[in-house]
């Protein structure tokens, strides 16, 4: 079945930088696109970033020129890395995955950024 397992989210400080990984198992990672999604404390879950199969990255406004998405599909593993952190990024950061059109998601890393 579908696995995804987020980690490396935590505490940090305004303009700080974290790293997420998203370990994925269960379907074939590299024909997959995958996405990054994070939700504040009463707010909707809202799309971060995502990626192509091919590589090819989108970015929601919010994190554009700070936040970077990539993928290793032989470590079946999607990263985003946060530079420039502000508070207003405080949220669980969810990994992402569609497959025959079912969404599935990880448990969720916990992202702090103090001020």
């Known amino acids: 079945q579908v696995q995804l397992v987020e980690s490396g989210g935590g505490l940090v400080q305004a303009g700080g930088s974290l790293r997420l990984s998203c370990a994925a198992s269960?379907?074939?990672?590299?024909?997959?696109?995958m996405g990054w999604y994070r939700q504040a404390p009463g707010k909707q879950r809202e799309l971060v970033a995502t990626?192509?199969?091919?590589?090819?990255?989108n970015y929601a406004a919010s994190a554009w020129s700070r936040f970077t998405i990539s993928r290793d599909n032989a470590k079946n593993t999607v990263y985003l890395q946060m530079n420039s952190l502000k508070p207003e990024d405080t949220a669980v950061y969810y990994c992402?995955?569609?497959?025959?059109?079912?969404?599935?998601w990880g448990q969720g890393t916990q992202v702090t950024v103090s001020s």
């Open positions: 269960g379907f074939t990672f590299s024909i997959n696109a």
């Open positions: 990626i192509s199969s091919n590589g090819r990255s």
């Open positions: 992402n995955t569609n497959q025959y059109g079912l969404n599935y």
